[in-house]
């Protein structure tokens, strides 16, 4: 995506979050379909 790292103290806390989101809704979504 290419975020700077000086961007903010707690943004790569969200952007992890986001990453971690996002890989169990694909697997929920591979499982129920």
Known sequence: ???QDS???GF???VELHNTIFFY???I???VF
């Open 12 to 14: 790569t806390g969200i």
């Open 7 to 9: 961007a903010a103290p």
């Open 1 to 3: 995506m290419g975020f």
């Open 25 to 27: 809704l694909i697997v």
């Open 29 to 31: 979504c591979v499982g």
